[in-house]
């Protein structure tokens, strides 16, 4: 290989400074074990922001240990640069000297573009924008999961890949969670902020999770309603299941069961639940309410 054509440098000595380190704790590998996949094991990367006031770099490092200090200046000898993973990666060989200096000031914009390499910038939509698959860049998607599709994997490594359907609006988008998201405990109806999607048009317009995705549920909040009771399940333990005249089940802990016969129904209930997962019952103005924290959330 020429040397024009080589991902690696050794340039001359340079002078940074460290604006922030972040530590990334992924798997490494998958177990699969009765169709159910776990993590095997995992690896952990410790990686520093740099910036001379006009270039942006990284470097990476085993453990979780950074190589440099956030906020200190250094001056940098025999150090090896490298392209090939599309940024300005600086590595740390055994013949390399790295000393520390006075700091210098830098200008705003370069701080900005070196922290962005640890999490680049990824904008907020709505799901209404026209652009969203042909913007480029990251985007973030907040919705409610409305369908969870069966765990694949890809032959190559076992990497397990989850499938959604997120509603944002009147609109819902395919979102397909990698690697160590898609063991994500998600739900129907769990409200999502998911970070950094990437947009594809092929084989069909969908967005898949990028290594800088981040999925973050919103605390489920108790939905009240009146509810048309007509039918009763005794379940184990004293709890109990009751059917909607919509053939919905609302769960009943033990501890907020009621004595309803077959020859009452059907009767009208005022319910709070969440995820149908009862937590009060209101009867005739009744209140029947116990409030304990080891319900089901």
Known sequence: MSATSSPYSRPTPTKLICVDNRTNHRAKTYEV??????????????????????????????????????????I????????KFGRECIFLGPGAKKFKTA?????????KRAKDLLSPPTALMTGKE???????????????????????????????????ALRCGQKCFEVSLW????????????QVEISHLKATLRPAAKFNSSSYTTVEKAEAQTVEEEVTIVGVSAEDGGA????????????VPAALAMDIGA???????????????????EQLGDVMEDVMEEILE
Do not use: C, Q, W
């Open 33 to 74: 074990s009765k169709d159910k996949i776990e993590i095997g094991s995992f690896k952990t990367t410790t990686i520093s922001a740099l910036t001379n006031g006009d270039r942006a770099f990284i470097a990476p490092v085993d453990g979780d240990t950074p190589l440099f200090e956030k906020g200190e200046a250094y």
């Open 76 to 83: 940098i000898k025999n150090h090896t640069l490298s392209l």
């Open 103 to 111: 700091p210098f000031t830098l200008p705003v914009a370069a701080e």
């Open 130 to 164: 026209d652009d969203l698959f042909t913007r480029g860049g990251f985007i973030s998607l907040k919705g409610e999961i409305e369908k969870v599709l069966r765990m694949t994997r890809v032959a190559d490594g076992e990497v397990p890949i989850r499938d959604l």
């Open 179 to 190: 690697r160590d998201e898609a063991l994500l405990d998600l739900s129907l109806g769990d």
């Open 240 to 251: 109990m299941v009751l059917l909607s005249d919509t053939y919905e089940e609302y769960s």
């Open 263 to 281: 020859n009452e129904l059907p009767i009208t209930l005022k319910l709070g639940h969440i995820k149908y997962n009862v937590k009060f019952i």
